[in-house]
């Protein structure tokens, strides 16, 4: 079962906005990732944040991490046209082994 | 992506056809994963394989069986295909420091 959902479904700006994006789940975890898909291609690993860490940037993004309320935010600042593309947050499943499972994701379109 | 070869990429069978979607990693790595992605589904598993020569049943398994015979290759094999299987197959494989999940660029599979 999914143990991520990421909100907004859908998500459009224009370009030199910011955009965000938030995850929530369900059970505890040890991390979270967040990748990103563009169209007709395979999810690439964007930033991972463990559950000791409030907060992560790489580049343009910034990713937080609230374990109390079981929801983590993405956000790319001065967003681009080719920052178009569907987001994906991915958490551990309950139990012993690693599986990573992902959400239905965030379709954001960056209009130039 | 690097590291993850799928093939074949495009692939249209008739109900009731055989096929085997071949997936090979060059980085050494223990955990392989097969996700399907549906519209408005997200990922969801199918199987994984922890290590060489072990296999596990993920959220939709059904119709479906794997194969892990030495660390490089995991295979996912449809015995009779059925027009529910039409989708995007993605293989992927997990670094064990990271946790980071490496994607290929999917397998566009059509069941008629």
């Known amino acids: 079962s999914q143990q991520g959902e990421e909100d907004p479904q859908a998500l459009s700006i224009q370009e030199g906005e910011n955009a965000t994006m938030n995850c929530s789940y369900k059970?505890?975890?040890?991390?979270l990732q967040w990748y990103r898909q563009n169209s007709g291609r395979g999810l690439v690993h964007l930033i991972l944040?463990?559950?000791?860490?409030r907060e992560k940037h790489s580049g343009r993004l910034r990713v937080t991490l609230d374990t109390s309320k079981k929801s983590s935010s993405l956000l790319i600042t001065a967003s681009r046209a080719a920052d178009t593309a569907s987001y994906f947050c991915?958490?551990?499943?309950?139990?012993?082994?690693?599986?990573?499972?992902f959400g239905r994701g965030t379709s954001l379109i960056v209009h130039p | 992506n690097a590291g993850v070869t799928q093939t074949p990429k495009f692939q249209v069978l008739k109900t009731g056809q055989s096929m085997t979607l071949q997936c090979a990693q060059d980085?050494?790595?223990?955990?392989m994963y097969w996700y399907r992605q549906d519209p408005g589904m997200g990922l969801r598993l199918i199987y994984y394989?922890?290590?060489?020569?072990?296999?596990d049943k993920g959220e939709v398994p059904n119709g479906y069986n794997v194969s892990r015979l030495n660390k490089r290759e995991f295979s996912l094999r449809l015995e009779s295909a059925a027009p529910s299987q039409t989708s995007v197959y993605f293989c992927?494989?997990?670094?064990?420091?990271?946790?980071?999940?490496?994607f290929g660029e999917g397998s566009r599979l059509t069941v008629l």
């Open positions: 991915a958490t551990p499943s309950s139990g012993g082994s690693y599986i990573p499972t």
């Open positions: 059970t505890s975890i040890n991390n």
């Open positions: 944040i463990r559950s000791n860490e």
């Open positions: 980085m050494n790595h223990n955990s």
């Open positions: 394989s922890a290590s060489e020569g072990t296999t």
């Open positions: 992927a494989m997990r670094t064990e420091n990271t946790g980071e999940l490496f």
